[in-house]
């Protein structure tokens, strides 16, 4: 009986030990991220006999605390909240620059800058000095739209070359998976505990949750296969790579279109999450729909102030040349066909001599006067905020309308404050749903240094009572064998 005492008392000891290491395993790792606290599991020994007194309790290993839901929660709301804030940053780089309404270099100022100087024209049609006026300000927006729209490629190179940085990084991410896969089930064959390589899988996954907004299922071997909208990233040992593809696309300003493809298959991933999802939304919807807009805008510039110049004679009577043409042409080639907000320019000849080439009467004919009429009705007519601009070309009897370019810009300003107004909105519930995730699986899986605590004094004062019947049943051998 006291030889069973004995081997009772000494696992009761061992498993108290055991629990110990435990909680003082579970306080080390605190606050270290993606760690799941661990339990030992116990269990009460086999009756080796009819008498119906146990022979102690055994461990039969350390488990971690169940939380995948929690983490499959967690996971799709950081993964949410990383998309929307990826979006959500190259959104607020476009509108930075547009700095309206008074900010430096304020299209709508320069517009309304470019108007007024027309009045001055029909104020004093015989001074050069209105004409040149009318130029300089015609260049600078020229010049605004150039470097605005140089600047918008540069934003979308700018999410472009973050977006194949992220995918290089994460073909690291699945290797690693794979590669923990296939540890942990070796471990776990060895009959050791791999919560510890468990732990720094959960890390990886969850970051390519935030990256890629993977989805993670556990299989029965240990193993974690990983899926984005229906293709396999990670089954077992075996990871495949990933990689950004551009295909053109039509539409004017819509650029390239951009998607992430599994390099084995060939297949785009639909479905893409996470910052890589943002990135993408903003390359392929964003970016295009914004460009296309500003395109359009210098679009009805040149549309509308070349069109309202067709109706009128120069300073001689003589027919003038239109202000806006195509980049890079000029005289008698000169051109609006094409024009973009990268190439939209001031025509040279007019720039050499504007006063001879600005059709700003409304004579013709030797012997013309020299009146600003044309140039007060483009005044008039161009600062309109709203509906349509309309002017009859001269030697035509039928009115042509033309798109407001102040309307067009209007337009667009009004659609990236909403847009990024939404983004905004959209960010800050991502960051609370995200926030309650992370503190609902820490509350499930982490370590509560409180319960901990109460956990370890638990374990000591089991470890002491073990030792005190370990002590009992030494005495009383030592009695039994000085009674002999």
Request: proline share 5%.
């Amino acid at each position: 009986m006291s030889n069973l005492s004995l081997e009772i008392a000494a696992s009761a000891l061992a498993a108290q030990q055991t629990g110990m290491d435990t909680v003082s395993e579970n306080l080390a790792n605190a606050t270290t991220p993606g760690y799941v606290a661990e339990t030992p599991n116990l269990t009460t020994m086999p009756v080796p006999g009819p008498n119906g007194v146990g022979s102690g309790v055994e461990v039969l290993g350390i488990s971690q605390v169940p939380a995948q839901l929690a983490q499959t929660v967690d996971n799709q709301a950081q993964a949410n909240l990383a998309q929307a804030t990826a979006r959500q940053q190259v959104l607020q780089q476009i509108q930075s620059l547009f700095p309206e309404p008074n900010g430096s270099g304020a299209i709508s100022s320069q517009l309304a800058s470019f108007w007024n100087a027309w009045d001055a024209i029909d104020q004093n049609p015989t001074s050069p000095a209105p004409y040149t006026q009318v130029v300089e300000q015609a260049q600078g927006l020229a010049t605004t739209f150039n470097q605005t729209a140089q600047e918008l490629a540069q934003a979308g190179a700018d999410a472009s070359s973050r977006l194949s940085s992220l995918v290089a990084q994460d073909n690291t991410l699945l290797a690693q998976v794979a590669q923990l896969n296939g540890q942990i089930v070796t471990v776990a064959s060895s009959g050791a505990s791999p919560n510890a390589l468990v732990d720094q899988r959960n890390q990886v996954v969850s970051q390519l949750a935030k990256d890629l907004g993977v989805q993670a299922t556990d299989q029965p071997n240990g193993t974690v296969t990983l899926a984005v909208g229906g293709i396999t990233l990670v089954q077992g040992t075996t990871a495949t790579s990933l990689a950004v593809q551009q295909s053109a696309s039509g539409g004017s300003g819509s650029g390239p279109g951009s998607s992430i493809v599994d390099t084995t298959s060939g297949l785009a991933l639909s479905s893409v999450g996470g910052s890589a999802g943002g990135l993408l939304q903003a390359l392929n919807t964003d970016l295009p729909s914004i460009q296309q807009q500003f395109d359009t805008t210098a679009q009805d510039l040149a549309s509308a102030v070349n069109g309202m110049l067709s109706q009128g004679y120069t300073t001689a009577g003589t027919a003038g040349d239109p202000l806006f043409v195509l980049a890079g042409t000029s005289g008698s080639n000169a051109t609006t066909t094409g024009i973009t907000a990268a190439t939209l320019s001031v025509n040279p000849t007019v720039a050499a001599d504007p006063q001879g080439t600005l059709a700003v009467s409304s004579t013709s004919g030797p012997g013309a006067s020299a009146n600003g009429a044309n140039a007060q009705y483009i005044a008039e007519h161009g600062s309109t905020q709203t509906g349509s601009i309309s002017y009859t070309p001269a030697g035509s009897t039928s009115p042509d309308t033309t798109a407001n370019p102040n309307a067009a810009y209007n337009d667009l300003i009004q659609q990236i404050g909403s847009t990024v107004q939404q983004q905004n909105s959209t960010v800050q519930t991502a960051t609370s749903v995200a926030t309650a995730a992370q503190q609902n699986l820490e509350e499930i899986a982490g370590v509560n240094t409180s319960q901990q605590l109460i956990a370890m004094l638990s374990y000591q004062h089991a470890y002491q009572a073990a030792a005190d019947v370990v002590n009992s049943a030494n005495q009383m051998l030592q009695s039994l064998i000085q009674a002999v």
